[in-house]
């Protein structure tokens, strides 16, 4: 048993040794008389032997040396009594069987020894109770008023009665009722009530008081605080545990704290358990330097790993670290390492090279209000640093890495945490991806704990200023660093690998009832003398609201403030390809372009995520009166080339390596990318998409002769290839719902040409100003007919029909990067498709049709449409940033849309619900009975430098073309191609246009209507 170890257990039993050996030799000599000396022998000292190890047995059995005999009950009186007969009894029998001592002298000892042993301890008690009251005499002791449960304060008052190291006496006991007041308990008075507290505080000034913390609330202990503390009596609190089963009164008697009045528990770190998971452990803290990694840091170091890796960029503060903990532990092993995370060739040396078993990732940048200002640095230190640490670690065989993330990262309101919602989803697709076992631990805003809070109240108490308090309501938490470095260190044993740990900081208090508690805990606890006032300033917090944790939803583990949960994202390849990107782009791009293109990530990977302010630095913002100069200003364009900076980078690349022959690793790359990002298996660049829709006809085997429809309103690009064939083109006219190809005329001329035979070759469908035609209605035509399509998707790279990419829908797809698409190389072109036979023939041709012989041999027509690899290095740089152009035109259509909405006579293009387009242009249309024609609103712009246009003009209307046939959508009247020409406008669509630029076009246009007097709705 463990109470045979402790040191007064063997005073004891030596006690009881000499208890016994007297009883013995008492009986001795009252049997005897003064022969006893002479009859003292051998028989009598083997006696003594024997009854001294059966009663040390027997007492043992009995539990008699696992009593506190100090605080003794009758209960245990019996049982020492008990045991004392019995082991008497036992050597009786023993004495007999040997027949070594006469009968009577054993019967005698048999009834001293209970006298003796249990005897002994009443006797010591009463000298311990003489001792007590002498003292108490003298004064030597403070009079305590002990307020608790009776039970509880029984034991309490029985252990201040007869503990000698303790200068507190029991005056008196408070209970919750009046069962016993009046009556004495161990010899101590229950003077009343809780309620009658101040009346006896006053009556007998007590020295101090002692809560027993069992007994009350925690709002109890506040309320008596609050109640005494104009009294002069300090409070002091001890847990009924302690106040029964421990010796040392003193030390667990304490002064109340303000930990202790809101019944927050100081978290104990089970160090064998941690020593056991960190021996033999090399173990990496990534932001070592920082406040939570320092902390992690320190207690890892308590642990003795085999080598403890600290890992930060801030000198400084790694050097400290690293000479408080060589300090602390000298006989740790301890590597300092500056680097960066995005030092990806430093960091994957370090993870070779020593091989870390378990990691903790804590190098985040942290500040929102700093780091909304930058945030490139937020993406490249958070989600790019976080990206080279998972690939190394899995690479080098880390056992378990987990993360120290926030609560904030549940519901994203800011650029930190939405940077660090990503690292979690990176981390758990890592965990599906990797044998390496990731996982997150979430805690609340430490910089908002509430010892920052009573510091701050601390000081301005010195000071003789009253306490400031922002906001009363606003909640805080009795939880520091030091407690959530305790819990992350206890999450080592728990991962399993794809949890999200989230630390329960106990009860969230309000700043006003913080306040209250210090005034009250500085009056009782601290003696403090003059007034304490607390101030309510009423001032507004800055930081973002901490979010609520419900821990009823989640699931405890078997520690107690540590809940689990788990969130689902599986896709590390997509996660991967993105923060790629977003590397290259914050390396090589132009700072607005990095800038957006991060925001852009954040909501592509985070779609409920709201940025407040980003949106507002969009082009979703209110359009007001503005007064329009008539001075020069800056040409605004309809769509001018938007270079992000990154497309200098695959150029000069091609530079550096001499490829700057229509060929090279820049064409190769831009076509497998282009068709990776569209979803199709193959890709040709051209220099143009007239090329590439010239290329898809041959293909296709149209020849001289041969009928080919094609969309009427659209550009000459896509209807001159047919003319370069020979063959026929046929026009289609447009729908009103989307401006596109009408599968109501295309009905119409396919069922024309089966009557007669003589189905078409090919049928080209435009996607109009980035927006899809309906391919539901037109593949369907076309498979019922057999007429293969050629989709010009050269306005509307980046849309998608029914989440499905432009450009897919027929055999061939086109897209154009000419200087005004929505992303440029200046000027080309490419053909996609999912026939990789086809595609390959195409590169053939495209290249001059050159046979594979050494000599120069042709054996059929070819054409130099390949891409220039410089050309193509503009492509991938423009590519990475083409959902990012999508957005901003987005923005600019919906802008228009809504400015000019009061406007009864303006109509924005149609915008069908079976797919998004990419807004390449926003055109419009004006009624034709508006006094304010098209014509009127392009030259008004036009005086103003602005860039408008007219719709295009249908093929059909063309001069060249006019001669070919055309099926219009209506039975009657004008076509719906020629309708939206005659009434519509492109209006200036440039992502670089400014906010002042966009309200200059739109004040422009309302000004027109204002002008003609006619009203506004």
């Known amino acids: 048993m463990s109470s045979l170890n402790r040191p007064k257990t063997i005073l004891h039993m030596l006690f009881d040794v000499l208890a016994v050996n007297v009883a013995l030799f008492l009986a001795y000599y009252f049997r005897l008389g003064g022969d006893v000396f002479q009859r003292l022998g051998r028989d009598y000292f083997f006696a003594t032997v024997i009854a001294s190890a059966i009663y040390l047995i027997i007492f043992t059995l009995f539990r008699i040396y696992q009593r506190i005999w100090i605080y003794a009950s009758y209960e245990d009186y019996f049982y020492g009594v008990a045991a004392s007969l019995f082991a008497g009894m036992i050597f009786l029998a023993s004495q007999v069987l040997l027949k070594q001592v006469i009968l009577s002298l054993v019967i005698l000892a048999t009834i001293l020894t209970p006298l003796m042993t249990i005897g002994g301890r009443i006797g010591y008690r009463a000298l311990k109770s003489a001792r007590y009251r002498y003292r108490q005499q003298r004064g030597q002791m403070d009079e305590t008023l002990i307020v608790g449960d009776i039970s509880w304060a029984m034991g309490l008052a029985k252990k201040m009665k007869f503990n000698s190291s303790d200068h507190r006496y029991p005056m008196g006991i408070l209970t919750k009722d009046d069962t016993h007041k009046g009556r004495l308990i161990a010899g101590v008075p229950v003077m009343g009530n809780l309620r009658e507290l101040e009346a006896v505080v006053r009556e007998k000034s007590p020295k101090g008081i002692v809560l027993i913390t069992e007994s009350f609330t925690d709002e109890e202990k506040r309320r008596i605080l609050q109640r005494v503390r ?20 003193s030390r667990q008697i304490k002064g109340i704290t303000i930990d202790s009045l809101f019944g927050k528990k100081d978290i104990v770190l089970d160090t064998e358990a941690l020593h056991e998971a960190c021996r033999e452990k090399r173990i990496l803290v990534a932001g070592a330097a920082g406040v939570m990694g320092s902390r992690v840091s320190k207690t890892i170091a308590e642990c003795n790993p085999e080598k403890l890796i600290l890992l930060d960029v801030n000198e400084n503060g790694l050097q400290s670290l ?23 060739k430093g960091l994957e040396k370090l993870f070779s090279q020593e091989k870390p078993h378990f990691v903790f990732h804590g190098a985040f940048l942290n500040k929102s209000h700093l780091s909304e200002k930058n945030p490139s640095e937020v993406a490249k230190n958070n989600m790019v640093g976080t990206y080279h640490l998972v690939e190394s670690a899995q690479r080098n065989g880390t056992e378990k890495l987990l993360m120290l993330s926030t609560n904030r990262t549940g519901d994203p309101k800011d650029l930190v945490s939405a940077s660090k919602r990503i690292c979690e989803m990176m981390l758990q697709g890592a965990n599906e991806r990797f044998s390496t076992r990731f996982s997150v631990v979430r805690f609340p805003d430490l910089g908002k704990n509430a010892y920052y809070d009573l510091d701050r109240f601390k000081k301005a108490l010195e000071k003789g200023e009253p306490l400031r308090v922002k906001d009363p309501e606003e909640k805080k938490y009795l939880f520091g660093y030091r407690d959530a470095g305790r819990l992350i260190i206890k999450t080592m044993n728990l991962i399993q690998g794809g949890e999200v740990f989230v630390l329960n900081p106990g009860r969230p208090i309000s700043a006003g ?4 508690a210090f005034v009250s805990h500085q009056r009782v606890q601290e003696q403090a003398e003059g007034e304490m006032n607390i101030l309510h300033t009423g001032e507004a917090w800055d930081n ?23 969130t689902s994202f599986d896709n590390y390849d997509r996660m991967k390809e993105k923060i790629s990107d977003l590397e290259l782009i914050i390396e090589k791009g132009d700072l607005e372009t990095v800038e957006q293109s991060v925001m852009k990530a954040l909501k592509d990977l985070i779609p409920t995520y709201q940025y407040a302010a980003y949106d507002g630095a969009g082009y979703q913002y209110p359009i007001g009166d503005v007064r329009v100069d008539s001075g020069k200003r800056e040409r605004i364009w309809l769509s001018s080339p938007h270079m992000g900076g990154l497309e200098q980078h695959y150029v000069k690349e091609a530079f550096d390596t001499n490829w700057v022959a229509p060929i090279g690793p820049n064409v190769n790359e831009f076509e497998k990318e282009m068709a990776a990002y569209v979803g199709v298996k193959a890709a040709a660049a051209m220099t143009s998409g007239t090329a590439a829709i010239h290329i898809a006809l041959r293909l296709l085997g149209v020849k001289q002769g041969d009928e080919v429809f094609c969309s009427s309103l659209t550009f000459s690009g896509s209807a001159n290839p ?7 083109p046929v026009f289609i006219d447009a729908e009103p719902d989307s401006w596109n190809i009408s599968p109501v005329a295309l009905e119409k001329a396919l069922r024309d040409r089966k009557e007669k035979g003589a189905l078409p070759k090919a049928i080209i469908v435009v996607n109009l100003y980035g927006q899809s035609a309906d391919f539901d209605s037109i593949v369907k035509l076309s498979e019922e007919y057999g007429v293969p399509i050629i989709e010009d998707a050269a306005e509307s790279l980046g849309a998608t029909y029914k989440g499905r990419q432009t450009g897919t829908f027929g055999t061939f797809g086109v897209f154009s990067f000419n200087g005004n698409k ?26 001059q049709a050159r046979d594979p012989a050494r000599h120069y041999q042709h054996s059929e027509l070819g054409f130099n449409y390949r891409m220039s690899n410089i050309v193509a290095g503009i492509g991938r740089g423009q590519l990475k940033i083409l959902d990012l152009r999508v957005e901003q035109k987005k923005k600019i259509f919906e802008t228009y849309k809504t400015a000019l909405s009061d406007i009864k006579d303006i109509e924005m293009m149609p915008i069908e619900d079976f797919g998004e387009p990419n807004y390449w242009l926003s055109a419009m249309t004006i009624r034709k009975t508006s006094k304010v024609k098209p014509l009127d609103v392009m030259i008004a712009l036009e005086k103003e430098e602005i860039e408008s246009r007219p719709v295009w003009k249908p093929m059909h209307m063309q001069p060249f073309f006019s001669g070919y046939e055309f099926f219009s959508h209506n039975d009657h009247g004008p076509s719906v191609a020629k309708t939206l020409f005659d009434q519509g406008a492109c209006l200036p669509s440039d992502t670089k246009m400014t906010e002042d630029d966009l309200k200059r076009t739109v004040e422009i246009i309302k000004g027109l209507w204002k002008k003609e007097s006619i009203s506004i709705e």
Do not use: C, W
Request: proline share 4%.
């Open 230 to 249: 104009h009294l002069g009596v300090k409070i002091e609190t001890v847990t009924n545990e302690e106040s029964v089963t421990r010796d040392q009164l």
């Open 322 to 344: 690293t000479e408080e903990i060589n300090e602390r532990y000298p006989d740790n092993e301890i590597l300092p390492v500056i680097t960066s995370l995005n030092d990806e």
């Open 513 to 516: 009832e913080l306040a209250e």
């Open 544 to 566: 973002i609201e901490e979010p609520q944790v419900n821990f009823r939803e989640l699931n405890p583990t078997k520690e107690e403030q540590i809940y689990t949960t788990r």
């Open 722 to 728: 047919i003319i370069y064939e020979k063959a026929v």
């Open 822 to 847: 929505i992303i440029t190389t200046s000027g080309g072109g490419m053909l996609v498709s999912d026939d990789e036979g086809a595609i390959q023939k195409a590169k053939f041709l495209i290249t």
